[in-house]
């Protein structure tokens, strides 16, 4: 009598079988990716060091590029136009320079010194690097991140595209809406180097703010008068993208959540939960200038989540009125020094990068002179 294999051994088999086809194809990606990614790298080492001795003579270069285009492109088809190799070249101008992980797989352990002669350059730390580098970024985010001028700021949108395993449209969009001077201008001295360090550490309420939050994919129109209600609409239609804009470890709960007591009827326009803090978000929305009044409403929604809502386990809620307009000094005298309320004003546009620049630079200025 035949035998009937059991269900059960033959799925498991197939789904070991998976694991490991879909873990070869991972390598293989990421084998590809990280050559692609070193080989342009050695070839902007070429081209600036081997073959112009470290000089870069901008009528020459462009002569030297064409000509060798020509060739490349005669053997190797489209892909290595002249503007092809003046990234390459860019790439190794900016990362041969910084402090990245990038450059350690083109040194050679003699005593300390880079061979820079091409003969004795071998495939060697191509073949290594396809190894050990797995953490490398695609040829495309180097793309944008070698655009950055500032070596803080291009170190930050690195570690956390890592981190967060951010698309590459996702680090175009981060760069555009120039978070980190958004998140430095919220912060002290020692956060904006910790940034250029480690990214975005979120270990307390203030780490979450952002000057301002920027909405520009809600579509909503600046010069548009439109109201709370469909504020909220636009925002959660857009969910996603609102919860990247607020940040790392956000999980959506509700909208309009209502609380009663006294026989009254109130109701938090979003309730978010934060797992890195661990604790509740509590955010209201409001399209015109903040008043005193907003504030003491936000006080009183948040005393309520601690008393009635939160865990022992849990840490206190935060309260965020994301607002169009605040004043400071009304923010300050309103709530007390401790609160854990915080007025946050958003844009429905990108900001302009070089103001933001402009005034990272003054406020760093000021802090120094203090």
């Known amino acids: 009598m035949r035998k009937v294999v059991d269900k059960n051994i033959i799925d498991n088999i197939a789904s070991r079988i998976d694991t490991l086809i879909q ?20 070839i902007g080492r070429i081209l600036i060091e081997v073959i112009q001795d470290g000089e870069v003579r901008a009528t020459y270069g462009k002569q030297l590029l064409k000509g060798i285009s020509e060739i490349l492109l005669k053997r190797f088809g489209s892909g290595w136009s002249s503007d092809t190799l ?25 005593g300390g010194e880079r061979n820079l002669e091409l003969k004795e350059k071998s495939a060697t730390p191509l073949r290594k690097s396809a190894q050990t580098s797995p953490n490398l970024l695609s040829w495309s985010h180097y793309l944008i991140l070698m655009r950055v001028e500032s070596d803080d700021e291009r170190n930050f949108y690195e570690i956390e595209t890592k981190k967060q395993n951010w698309s590459v449209r ?42 301002p939050l920027t909405l520009e ?102 309260g965020i009125l994301l607002c169009k307009e605040k004043k400071d000094t009304l923010v300050e005298l309103t709530l ?22 402009n005034k990272l630079k003054e406020w760093i200025g000021e802090s120094e002179r203090v």
């Not at 981060?174 to 250029?196: F, I, Q, T």
């Not at 959540?257 to 326009?269: G, I, P, S």
Request: net charge neutral; aromatic share 12%.
């Open 23 to 42: 873990e070869a194809r991972n390598h293989v990606s990421r084998a590809v990716n990280v050559t692609e990614v070193m080989t342009k790298f050695e």
């Open 86 to 110: 003046e990234r390459c070249r860019t790439f190794y101008q900016v990362y041969s320079k910084s402090a990245t992980p990038l450059w350690k797989f083109f040194e050679e352990d003699k």
């Open 170 to 211: 996702q680090l175009q969009r981060e760069v555009a809406s120039s978070l980190y001077e958004r998140l430095a201008l919220s912060r002290d001295k020692d956060g904006v180097m910790r940034l250029a360090r480690e990214g975005q550490i979120i270990e307390k309420p203030e780490d979450l703010l952002k000057n």
């Open 217 to 318: 994919f809600l579509g909503l129109k600046q010069e548009t008068i439109y109201s709370e209600s469909k504020l909220e609409t636009a925002i959660i239609n857009k969910l996603q993208n609102f919860m990247l804009e607020l940040g790392k470890g956000f999980l959506f709960e509700a909208r309009q959540k209502r609380f009663t007591f006294d026989e009254e009827h109130y109701y938090v326009d979003l309730v978010l939960y934060n797992r890195l803090l661990q604790c509740y978000v509590l955010i209201d929305l409001k399209v015109g200038r903040l008043t005193h009044q907003d504030l003491g409403q936000m006080q009183m929604y948040v005393n309520y989540y601690d008393r009635y809502v939160k865990e022992d386990f849990e840490k206190p809620t935060i």
């Open 336 to 357: 007390p020094i401790d609160s854990n309320i915080y007025a946050q004003q958003y844009a429905l546009y990108l900001p302009d990068k070089k103001l933001l620049q």
